[in-house]
Nanobody, 129 residues
């Protein structure tokens, strides 16, 4: 089964940037869709950005569109989430997650936190004002 290891989060001032990374091991990378989900205190875990590795199709939640970018590096089995112009409401624990299969659309994966089969350990991102 796929294993996912995330880079550490951190603290950044509002308007700043941060990049998260998720490294997958033990699988054929092209067979998976990868999503980024976040969970803020008192809120449900929500999908913010997802990518189908083989096709390169991406999805962004309205709350992050234009500020976040997801990209895969197939040579390193890695997916990055570049977060720009961060806001206080972006403060959350960010998880990468994987779903097996090449038939996923990125929007479908991000629509339901029950769909991913494997999760990373989480990275706390704190945005200060």
């Amino acid at each position: 089964e796929v294993q996912l290891v995330e880079s550490a989060g951190g603290t950044v001032q509002a308007g700043g940037s941060l990049r998260l990374s998720c490294v997958a091991s033990g699988v054929t990378f092209d067979d998976y869709a990868i999503g980024w989900f976040r969970q803020a205190p008192g809120k449900e875990r929500e999908g913010v950005s997802c990518i189908v590795i083989e096709e390169g199709q991406t999805f962004y939640a309205d709350s992050v569109k234009g500020r976040f970018t997801v990209v895969s590096d197939k040579s390193k089995n890695t997916v990055h989430l570049q977060m720009n112009n961060l806001k206080r409401e972006d403060t959350a624990v960010y998880y990468c997650a994987a779903a097996y299969g090449i038939s996923w659309s990125p929007a479908a994966l991000c629509s339901n936190n029950r769909f991913p089969e494997v999760w990373g350990q989480g990275a706390l991102v704190t945005v200060s004002s």
